[in-house]
């Protein structure tokens, strides 16, 4: 007899098997062997059976039974007369058993006995005949056997792979992007969810085995695997079943198994939404709104409120002002507090750019343009910021054959790219800035009437620095927290004469100026203050703007004063300093006081 030292399994093999195999292996071993055959789960309870056993299906075998000692370890099993032998003794069905000779042996499946199977004869010939050929039963029973646990594990890891491929189709019906797996034919194996959304398929699900090219004919994923390569964040088209076009970023797979394609799989998402989401993250890093404009002068509050209003409508804006005075900062307050503020804000420099060079940087081109385009095109930032805020610094620089084909744009809201035949629509709000006088350039034939009338729905002027001497404390002092924490300097601060001379320099580079010679001081000064001497190699009398619109008499005083103010605080609030500020001018000090009371 085959022994074994296995622990019996605990779980029914009925909750593990297809107990229709079982009972088709039941039969066939009764038909090859001529005897009746039962087999019982580890719980000992019946799962199969032939003749008087066929009916018993769910019953428990009598206890005592000597199905114990074969799932106990105690491998195959013969008994003769089982209700003579001492096997039997212990079983409460032996007095009702009519069996002439039972055979059992355990079925093993990973280690552990799932449970028994047996053949019983009921009669003296049957009796004999398996007695006679002996060796020959107990092999094929435990062959058979093995059978069933082979079966049992076949049909364990049909399920495992099942509740995997189940898993795995809830997971990539999860995943937002498009999922397609094809074989090496281009048929498809799999497509998910966010697939039949993004080819707008919802009506018409593809079924399994179904020609990808039938559905998506120009997929890049059939090019490239007739290619044998793998690409990655890659643009595509895909012309939709109701007509019109959509654009998809793709990364596409090619799979290989011993340099034989098996397949590929393709992943792509809405192109649109992508550029949105992207820039909506990097918008919530360097998010601008009129709080953080800094300025509570009368000039300043007034261009706030009049920009807040223009930001609830899609009305074109043209922001005027001198260099430095913030106008890119107010074009991202206004689209952060627009309706479009989830949406993409970019901005364009029309005087940065090269002039052969702009074109393609505001409509895109497609593959192949020209020489150096990249294989794949690019986007210009019309489409980048559809429906958000496109921002044209420096519009005034713009080349006249570029001013055409921007005011067909805002005309008709289509795009062209550089080498395009098709257009697309866009709905981008447009806020341009200048710090020229465009009105003078249109006049000088340098500027489009028409693009101007187009651009200018909207004026905005901001001040300059000048114009508002009571926001310099203000923002001097924010310039200089600021960066004392960049530097990691601890807190520094500015004196009052420091601050003084700060109020009485002309700013012709406006806030910006003021940002760095804050930023130069906050470098160099030692200590926790920064002084007038920290600031005076940063600063040119020479260089200070007059008031608009004085006359001469008015622009000398002006620079008088702003000269006096500058003299009396490079020396600073102790005793006879006035006097000695005066005898550097070279004036009485009854003048110098005279100067410093004028408005």
Same mark, same amino acid.
């Given at each position: 007899?085959?022994?074994?030292?296995?622990?019996?399994?605990?779980?029914?093999?009925?909750?593990?098997? =297809?107990?229709?195999?079982?009972?088709?292996?039941?039969?066939?071993?009764?038909?090859?062997?001529?005897?009746?055959?039962?087999?019982?789960?580890?719980?000992?309870?019946?799962?199969?059976?032939?003749?008087?056993?066929? #009916?018993?299906?769910?019953?428990?075998?009598?206890? #005592?039974?000597?199905?114990?000692?074969?799932?106990?370890?105690?491998?195959?099993?013969?008994?003769?007369?089982?209700?003579?032998?001492?096997?039997?003794?212990?079983?409460?069905?032996?007095?009702?058993?009519? @069996?002439?000779?039972?055979?059992?042996?355990?079925?093993?499946?990973?280690?552990?006995?799932?449970?028994?199977?047996?053949?019983?004869?009921?009669?003296?010939?049957?009796?004999?005949?398996?007695?006679?050929?002996?060796?020959?039963?107990?092999?094929?029973?435990?062959?058979?056997?093995?059978?069933?646990?082979?079966?049992?594990?076949?049909?364990?890891?049909?399920?495992?792979?099942?509740?995997?491929?189940?898993?795995?189709?809830?997971?990539?019906?999860?995943?937002?992007?498009?999922?397609?797996?094809?074989?090496?034919?281009?048929?498809?194996?799999?497509?998910?969810?966010?697939?039949?959304?993004?080819?707008?398929?919802?009506?018409?699900?593809?079924?399994?085995?179904?020609?990808?090219?039938?559905?998506?004919?120009?997929?890049?994923?059939?090019?490239?695997?007739?290619?044998?390569?793998?690409?990655?964040?890659?643009?595509?088209?895909?012309?939709?079943?109701?007509?019109?076009?959509?654009?998809?970023?793709?990364?596409?797979?090619?799979?290989?198994?011993? =340099?034989?394609?098996?397949?590929?799989?393709?992943?792509?998402?809405?192109?649109?939404?992508?550029?949105?989401?992207?820039?909506?993250?990097?918008?919530?890093?360097?998010?601008?709104?009129? =709080?953080?404009?800094? #300025?509570?002068?009368?000039?300043?509050?007034?261009?706030?409120?009049? $920009?807040?209003? $223009?930001?609830?409508?899609?009305?074109?804006?043209?922001?005027?002002?001198?260099?430095?005075? #913030?106008?890119?900062?107010?074009?991202?307050?206004?689209?952060?507090?627009?309706?479009?503020?989830?949406?993409?804000?970019?901005?364009?420099?029309?005087?940065?750019?090269?002039?052969?060079?702009?074109?393609?940087?505001?409509?895109?081109?497609?593959?192949?343009?020209?020489?150096?385009?990249?294989?794949?095109?690019?986007?210009?930032?019309?489409?980048?910021?559809?429906?958000?805020?496109?921002?044209?610094?420096?519009?005034?620089?713009?080349?006249?054959?570029?001013?055409?084909?921007?005011?067909?744009?805002?005309?008709?809201?289509?795009?062209?790219?550089?080498?395009?035949?098709?257009?697309?629509?866009?709905?981008?709000?447009?806020?341009?800035?200048?710090?020229?006088?465009?009105? @003078?350039?249109?006049?000088?034939?340098?500027?489009?009437?028409?693009?101007?009338?187009?651009?200018?729905?909207?004026?905005?002027?901001?001040?300059?620095?000048?114009?508002?001497?009571?926001?310099?404390?203000?923002?001097?002092?924010?310039?200089?927290?600021?960066?004392?924490?960049?530097?990691?300097?601890?807190?520094?601060?500015?004196?009052?004469?420091?601050?003084?001379?700060?109020?009485?320099?002309?700013?012709?580079?406006?806030?910006?100026?003021?940002?760095?010679?804050?930023?130069?001081?906050?470098?160099?000064?030692?200590?926790?203050?920064?002084?007038?001497?920290?600031?005076?190699?940063?600063?040119?009398?020479?260089?200070?703007?007059?008031?608009?619109?004085?006359?001469?008499?008015?622009?000398?005083? @002006?620079?008088?004063?702003?000269?006096?103010?500058?003299?009396? $605080?490079?020396?600073?609030?102790?005793?006879?300093?006035?006097?000695?500020?005066? @005898?550097?001018?070279?004036?009485?000090?009854?003048?110098?006081?005279?100067?410093?009371?004028?408005?």
């Amino acid at each position: 007899m085959k022994g074994s030292s296995v622990a019996p399994a605990h779980v029914p093999l009925s909750s593990v098997a =297809d107990v229709q195999s079982i009972q088709q292996i039941a039969d066939a071993v009764a038909a090859a062997m001529g005897v009746d055959v039962t087999v019982a789960d580890a719980s000992l309870r019946r799962v199969a059976g032939t003749g008087p056993f066929a #009916g018993a299906r769910g019953e428990k075998v009598p206890q #005592g039974c000597v199905f114990e000692r074969a799932l106990k370890g105690s491998g195959t099993l013969v008994v003769e007369d089982p209700r003579e032998v001492a096997l039997c003794v212990d079983c409460t069905g032996r007095d009702q058993c009519r @069996e002439t000779l039972g055979m059992c042996t355990p079925i093993i499946l990973d280690g552990q006995a799932i449970g028994i199977l047996s053949i019983v004869a009921f009669t003296s010939e049957q009796r004999d005949r398996i007695m006679a050929s002996l060796a020959s039963f107990v092999a094929f029973l435990e062959k058979m056997a093995e059978l069933i646990a082979t079966k049992m594990a076949e049909h364990r890891l049909i399920t495992a792979i099942e509740e995997r491929s189940r898993e795995l189709e809830a997971v990539m019906n999860h995943i937002p992007q498009g999922v397609i797996c094809v074989d090496a034919q281009g048929r498809i194996r799999h497509i998910n969810d966010g697939a039949v959304k993004l080819l707008r398929l919802t009506e018409r699900r593809p079924r399994r085995g179904e020609d990808l090219a039938g559905i998506w004919p120009d997929c890049m994923l059939l090019r490239s695997m007739a290619r044998r390569e793998s690409h990655s964040n890659v643009e595509e088209s895909y012309r939709l079943p109701g007509g019109g076009t959509v654009r998809f970023l793709s990364s596409v797979s090619t799979l290989l198994l011993e =340099d034989r394609i098996i397949g590929g799989v393709v992943t792509f998402s809405d192109l649109e939404r992508t550029h949105r989401d992207v820039f909506r993250v990097m918008e919530k890093e360097t998010a601008f709104t009129f =709080d953080d404009i800094i #300025g509570s002068s009368p000039h300043m509050q007034a261009a706030k409120r009049q $920009a807040l209003t $223009a930001a609830q409508y899609d009305s074109n804006i043209l922001l005027t002002g001198e260099t430095g005075t #913030g106008k890119e900062l107010f074009a991202r307050a206004i689209h952060n507090a627009s309706p479009r503020r989830d949406y993409p804000f970019i901005s364009v420099n029309c005087a940065a750019i090269p002039e052969a060079l702009l074109e393609s940087e505001l409509f895109g081109y497609e593959p192949g343009a020209f020489t150096g385009a990249s294989r794949s095109g690019k986007p210009g930032k019309f489409e980048l910021a559809n429906h958000g805020t496109l921002f044209l610094d420096e519009v005034g620089d713009m080349p006249l054959f570029l001013q055409a084909k921007l005011l067909r744009v805002i005309q008709t809201m289509e795009i062209t790219r550089v080498g395009g035949v098709h257009p697309k629509r866009i709905d981008a709000r447009i806020i341009a800035a200048t710090n020229q006088d465009l009105a @003078e350039l249109v006049r000088a034939n340098r500027f489009r009437s028409d693009l101007y009338y187009r651009l200018n729905v909207i004026p905005l002027s901001l001040p300059p620095l000048r114009s508002r001497r009571e926001d310099v404390r203000e923002l001097s002092r924010h310039f200089c927290a600021y960066y004392s924490r960049q530097f990691n300097k601890g807190p520094m601060e500015l004196t009052e004469e420091a601050l003084a001379l700060l109020e009485s320099y002309g700013w012709p580079g406006n806030v910006r100026e003021l940002e760095n010679v804050i930023e130069y001081a906050v470098n160099f000064a030692n200590g926790p203050q920064i002084r007038p001497e920290d600031l005076r190699a940063r600063l040119s009398v020479d260089v200070r703007p007059a008031r608009t619109g004085m006359d001469l008499r008015s622009a000398t005083k @002006e620079f008088q004063r702003q000269m006096v103010q500058e003299c009396v $605080a490079r020396h600073g609030s102790g005793p006879g300093a006035r006097e000695r500020a005066a @005898e550097e001018l070279g004036i009485s000090r009854a003048t110098l006081y005279r100067i410093l009371s004028q408005d």
